[in-house]
């Protein structure tokens, strides 16, 4: 249709069209009478075609024209050919990336009604799946018959997951196809969510193939005729069922054994409904899949599983005696955990008071044969560990193993400890270590100074022993019996051997103390010497009072030999007046030198063969 | 996407399987053939700027004990028709075969494949007898299952002939040649 708008050119003959010059004047009643008779003749159509022209030059008009008759128009078009179809498909499409490019908000809510549910149901179906077998593995993982199975399970190299499956399972519909009949091509394909399935198309084509060939095999051999439908195959664990329509035919691979009823109660009424929902599009189907996809949800509606009713995931409960057990797992592991912690602190406790006992070296501690072991060395002196497991811990005694080496310390306090058990100090003497000696004190017996005398130097970590300060007790009563014998003087009647009358007293005091002197020389190893001095006045000659000592000291003897004290013990000699006891100023003093005195001393004991 | 189903069928062992066998992505062993009589493979090509999926099934070769059966045929879109250069008689059985598949299933584009181009010093088949072939229509190819020359060609050839070809399995013509 042209821009410019029609024109209408009156309907006139050219004749009449020419002006006629002069005949104007006669012409004009002739006009008059031409335009009444036009407008008799045609002014209804006329006035139409003014219509007509306005209808069309007015584009508001014209566009409600069209309004009117579009739809029909793009109906008919469609209903020829395809060429509508291609000419508006560049501007639908450029429209709509416009659109969308401009703001995607109205294709979005337009489109999030279909989807929403699409996208939930593909989760959910990819959830289901996923959900079964956990299920079913948990479910199966703490019973008797959950380890029978995974004994199978790695017996026959299978995953446990799939065991458990094949156990429980009453049925389980893995995978729908819908297949062309005619051409064996995939229309369309599902496979429940826990299957991998194999490249789908190659399998529809096989599952046509295979259909063929049993028809031929069934014809060949039984007479069957060509095209009797095959119903079912059988593969052992798993079932493929046809279900054919006109067109196509559904394949349904189910695993288990499933109930005839489906294929009635579901397969039949699927594959009908796909027929009556896509009759044109199954009749011309040429390759193309894509119109297909509308049937996904006929196909999805078969996916589904049973399972032993005691099997049913959806029903299954967690068993009373499942968690029961859990539970006395779970409390004797705490009561194992709690008593384990408990025998490692006590155990730990002990190996600290061990480490802090002196004489006590802690060298390697863990556990042997399931019981604590410690290894180390002790001295002899220390608290026995032993008595530490025993005192100071709780530990059970049989649940330890020690091994205890010995040695000694050199530790001051177990140096003198020792020296105290070997040497073993009479009371009244007292053991000391300073700087490493031993260093003894007090009073002690003879003996017993002699004997430390040789041991101490021997005793491990003593470095030298010092008794100077220590008291000898018998040496120390024989030195004051020695004294007192010493102090004695007896006297002598002047110019004779005569004692001097009332020294009986004196006399006997000298004897039992000489005699004591001489009982106590051999506690200290030793022998007694009395040796008996003789003296006189200085009056009289220097010879005669020499022998006249002499006389005197040997007249002690006598006496004393007399009264029981042995005579080889004592040796007697005069000295005249060389040792005057007292210096002779007065008589009683002159008298003194009359006297017998006394010295005694100690020889070490004579040898054997000195016996006389 | 478009599926188009095509048959691989020649007299036997004139190399059909080994022909596409890298050509194709495959998941059951060659075996089938012998049992089922069938094997089913795809192979996925573009022509006329679109991508096709080639439905693949490759029928056992026939020989005197046993025939194609053209059953398997029934919604092909097309077919590989293969033959041996170096066996004469290979070329005769095609010849038959394309004729059985007229007769059964009606015209459907096809590609003549002659295999064993490699041995081309040992071929029975001379010039002026493909020339034969071509002057009556049929679309020849030479190929060769050792080199793989010439299969990529054949498929793409195929497809291109069924997308631009008005025949299908569903409105057999016959008489007249797809070319």
Not at chain 1, 381 to 406: E, G
Not at chain 2, 93 to 111: N, Y
Request: aromatic share 6%; hydrophobic share 40%.
């Amino acid at each position: 249709m042209s821009d410019s708008p029609l024109r209408i050119v009156p309907n006139k003959p050219p004749e009449s069209a020419q002006p006629a010059g002069s005949d104007a004047a006669q012409n004009e009643p002739k006009q008059d009478e031409m335009a009444e008779l036009r407008s008799l003749l045609i002014e209804p159509e006329q006035i139409q075609i003014k219509n007509i022209l306005e209808r069309l030059n007015n584009p508001r008009v014209r566009a409600r024209e069209m309004s009117r008759s579009l739809p029909e128009a793009i109906r008919q078009r469609t209903a020829r050919d395809e060429s509508l179809k291609e000419a508006l498909t560049p501007t639908i499409v450029t429209a709509f990336h416009n659109s969308v490019k401009k703001d995607p908000r109205p294709v979005a809510e337009a489109i999030s009604p279909l989807m929403g549910p699409a996208i939930r149901r593909a989760i959910s179906n990819a959830l289901n799946g996923l959900i079964q077998t956990l299920d079913q593995t948990l479910k199966h993982s703490l019973s008797w018959r959950g380890l029978k199975w995974r004994l199978e399970a790695s017996r026959t190299g299978k995953s446990f997951a799939e065991v458990v499956l094949y156990h429980t399972l009453i049925y389980r519909i893995e995978q729908v196809f819908l297949i062309d009949k005619q051409s064996g091509l995939l229309l369309q394909h599902i496979a429940s969510g826990s299957v991998s399935p194999k490249d789908a198309d190659i399998v529809s084509g096989m599952l046509t193939a295979i259909q063929e060939a049993i028809r031929h095999f069934a014809h060949d051999s039984f007479g069957a005729h060509h095209d009797e439908p095959i119903e079912k195959i059988d593969l052992g664990d798993r079932e493929v069922w046809f279900e054919p329509g006109s067109y196509a035919v559904l394949a349904v691979v189910i695993r288990g054994n499933a109930p005839e009823s489906l294929r009635r109660d579901l397969f039949a009424p699927t594959i009908e409904g796909i027929h009556l929902e896509m009759h044109e599009t199954l009749e011309s189907f040429d390759g193309d899949t894509a119109p297909f996809d509308v049937v996904r949800p006929h196909l999805e509606n078969c996916l589904h599983a049973q399972y032993h009713a005691h099997s049913d995931p959806a029903k299954f409960k967690t068993p009373a005696y499942v968690w029961l057990s859990l539970s006395l797992i779970l409390a004797v592991i705490s009561i194992w955990t709690f008593l384990s912690w408990r025998e490692q602190r006590r155990w730990n406790n002990y190996i600290d008071e061990l480490k802090s006992t002196s004489g006590i070296v802690v060298i390697e501690t863990g556990r042997r044969d399931g019981k604590h072991y410690v290894a180390g060395l002790r001295d002899p002196l220390s608290v026995s560990p032993h008595d530490i497991l025993l005192q100071r811990t709780q530990l059970d005694p049989n649940s330890v193993r020690s091994r205890w080496d010995l040695y000694q310390t050199l530790d001051p306090q177990f140096v003198l400890e020792r020296a105290k058990n070997l040497l073993k100090p009479p009371q009244g003497v007292e053991l000391k270590i300073d700087n490493g000696m031993l260093v003894a004190g007090g009073r002690a017996p003879h003996q017993w100074i002699v004997d430390s005398r040789k041991l101490a130097p021997a005793i491990p970590g003593v470095g030298g022993y010092l008794n100077q300060e220590l008291i000898d007790e018998e040496m120390n009563e024989i030195e004051t019996v020695g004294r007192q014998i010493e102090q004695h003087v007896i006297r002598f009647v002047m110019g004779t051997t005569q004692l001097v009358p009332g020294q009986n007293q004196e006399l006997s005091n000298l004897i039992s103390e000489t005699q004591k002197f001489i009982f106590l020389a051999p506690t200290v190893s030793r022998r007694a010497r009395i040796q008996i001095v003789g003296h006189t006045d200085s009056e009289g000659g220097e010879d005669i009072n020499m022998r006249l000592s002499q006389e005197r000291a040997s007249r002690m003897l006598s006496l004393m030999a007399s009264r029981a004290i042995q005579r080889d013990l004592m040796t007697a000699i005069g000295v005249g007046t060389r040792e005057p006891l007292r210096a002779e100023s007065s008589e009683p003093e002159r008298q003194f030198n009359r006297s017998a005195s006394f010295k005694v001393s100690l020889i070490d004991q004579p040898q054997e063969g000195d016996r006389r | 996407m478009i599926q188009k189903k095509i048959c691989l069928l020649g007299a036997f062992a004139v190399g059909k399987t080994s022909l596409v066998a890298r050509f194709v992505k495959s998941i059951y062993s060659d075996q089938y053939l012998t049992t089922v009589g069938v094997k089913v493979d795809k192979k996925t090509v573009t022509a006329d700027k679109q991508e096709i999926n080639l439905i693949v099934w490759d029928l056992a070769g026939e020989d005197e004990f046993q025939k194609v059966q053209m059953s398997y045929l029934r919604g092909a879109s097309g077919y590989l028709l293969v033959a041996d250069g170096t066996r004469r008689s290979t070329l005769e059985t095609a010849r038959m075969l394309q004729k059985r598949v007229t007769q059964s299933i009606g015209m459907l584009p096809f590609i003549f494949i002659i295999n064993k181009n490699d041995l081309v010093t040992e071929w029975e088949t001379d010039d002026d007898t493909i020339i034969e072939f071509e002057n009556q229509g049929w679309s020849v190819v030479k190929a060769s299952a050792k080199t793989g020359d010439g299969v990529e060609a054949a498929f793409r050839s195929i497809a291109e002939k069924m997308i631009g070809s008005n025949y299908s399995a569903s409105s057999p013509h016959s008489g007249e040649e797809a070319e």
